[in-house]
T-cell receptor, first 113, second 112 residues
């Protein structure tokens, strides 16, 4: 069964460093998303991506964040200068169409020290 | 602000019972509704989607949607200890490009 994969599973970084989180969406899916979940809190939307463009982004997704589809399979989230409050689980998701079911990857736990 | 509300629980039911999980949403124009299950430290796992009023059944799970009341629920029949998890209600609100708005989740415990 196809699934979304994410690497790394855990990333530890120092404040101010850049991190890149990687995702491989399900192969026939066209819509890609990043969400995050701070420990004990709700899952929060960050950004949606379609046809090599950002479709929508949340208030959280400020200039420190960027997304890219560098090739036909990978989808990345970059945080340019990490802050302590960026510590969270980051989930990638994908869907066939905009209103269809979204399937989540296993997540990357980001710890900023 | 478009919100999704769930009773955070915890909800405790005995093995074999029916667990009933509820969710309300504020955006009347919402069209797509999803239930996810999340085990501790894991990612959300899709259980059900529902798009139109009424019931939708899949195995032991039944999703119910009432758009007039802005209410969606999930029933789990013959609950098993392995169903113990946090259940997340997610709504695609009107005007969004796939963005899901999640509730805070209901913790379900099924005890033997």
């Amino acid at each position: 069964e196809p699934e979304v994969t994410q690497t790394p599973s855990h990333q530890v970084t120092q404040m101010g460093q850049e991190v890149i989180l990687r995702c491989v969406p399900i192969s026939n899916h066209l819509y890609f998303y990043w969400y995050r979940q701070i420990l004990g809190q709700k899952v929060e939307f960050l950004v949606s991506f379609y046809n090599n463009e950002i479709s929508e982004k949340s208030e959280i997704f400020d200039d420190q964040f960027s997304v890219e589809r560098p090739d036909g399979s990978n989808f990345t989230l970059k945080i340019r200068s990490t802050k302590l409050e960026d510590s969270a689980m980051y989930f990638c998701a994908s869907s066939e169409q905009e209103h269809y079911e979204q399937y989540f990857g296993p997540g990357t736990r980001l710890t900023v020290t | 602000q478009k919100e999704v509300e769930q009773n955070s629980g915890p909800l405790s039911v005995p093995e074999g019972a029916i667990a009933s999980l509820n969710c309300t949403y504020s955006d009347r124009g919402s069209q797509s509704f999803f239930w996810y299950r999340q085990y501790s430290g894991k990612s959300p796992e899709l259980i059900m989607s529902i798009y139109s009023n009424g019931d939708k059944e899949d195995g032991r799970f039944t999703a119910q949607l009432n758009k007039a009341s802005q209410y969606v629920s999930l029933l789990i029949r013959d609950s098993q200890p392995s169903d113990s998890a946090t259940y997340l209600c997610a709504v695609k609100t009107s005007g969004s490009y796939g963005k899901l708005t999640f509730g805070q989740g209901t913790i379900l415990t099924v005890h033997p």
